[in-house]
């Protein structure tokens, strides 16, 4: 059975984010937009409370900044990624989020690793974007962070990346019989998945 995926395309420079079941946000912005966030949720019966867990695809600043606006959810990231979130580190993290908040969007409970079941999905790891990065899968979604893109771009590798890792981690996409992509930033790929994966595997 797959997951119930809502899409909310990110404001101005947040990521995207998705709601999962009515209860599981992943990702959530850069933290400055959470008003619209919240409409958002609401427009879709959700209220910010009704967020249990929070799911960071990675470390970086416009998709973790906004996960102190849900001060009850827990919140998982990969172990490597946690290090940056933990640290306030404003160079791993790729920006400053920890200074309008007094770093309370630095706290992490649950510490994933490749192979997790969390939420429906399995977690896979895709370092190359970041060393944490993930994507989540649940047999034809792919929740993509800023791994993949649409129309075969992936994520820039000079902010805590590596080109050689994100090579081996689009090679193990490719193995997926992938749907739909929901990734960080940009439009929702449906139907053809695999084809962008495709894409952006001979574009590395
Ligand atoms: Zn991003
Ligand atoms: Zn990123």
Known sequence: MTSEIISILGYFNDSNYYLINKNTLVDTGTGEFSDYLFSKLRENGVEPDDIELIINTHCHF???????????AKIAVHRLDAVSMRNKDT???????????????SRVDIELEDGDEISGFKVIHTPGHTKG????????NLISGDTIFAGGGVGRMDIGGDYKDMKNSVEKLLELDIKNIYPGHGPIVENNGKDHIKLSYSML
């Open 133 to 140: 990065g993930i994507c989540l899968w649940d047999g034809e």
């Open 62 to 72: 416009d998709h973790i900044g906004g996960n102190y606006a849900f001060p009850n």
């Open 91 to 105: 160079l791993g993290t790729g920006g400053s989020a920890f200074l309008i908040n007094d770093g309370a969007n």
